[in-house]
């Protein structure tokens, strides 16, 4: 990025930072817009030119996550076996969870609390799952079908899914990289039963 990319990116994330300190010392519902730019020091119209609503303030620490999960997977060479190359994305989230402990589980906290929030939230790991199935898509270069490349990025999002949600009710005392172990053992050794037509 250039420098200019570089100082917007900074404030970007300055304002989401200073947006988060206010929700978990007031209450996300009792925040305004104005509170937050009079925090970090900038006007309303620059909060909304970064951030079209106050939801996305929220959201917007889950969808660097996100992103950088995506940038891990795209990252891998494409003659690494696919379950191999996913699981950089557990790796990922992982890494995210255990260097920013103390706000996600202040997060999630917020979501469980905000009703839209949840929808937000629901809504971009839905668009995610489906980036993830077209670069799988992109990725196989013709080896698997559209119904493949959907099943696998949905079974990806919810061991993600799964494990965060895990962490979060165990109050981030259970290691993040035992939950993810664990869970992809329970996959792997065909513990968790998948549907089966009767017969």
Known sequence: MGLREVKMERTRRFIADTAFDLFVAQGYDDTTIEQIAAAAEVGTRTVYRYYSTKEALVVSFVENGLTAAMDAFLAQPDALPLAEALHAVVDSVEHTIGTNSARLLALYEIFDKTTGLRAGLADLCWSWRQRLAQEILRRE??????????????????VIEVIVQTWTVNGGRVQIADIGRETLELLHTKAIPVPTPAG
């Open 141 to 158: 270069d013709g080896a698997v079908d559209p119904l493949f490349a959907a099943l696998t990025a949905a079974s990806t999002m919810n």
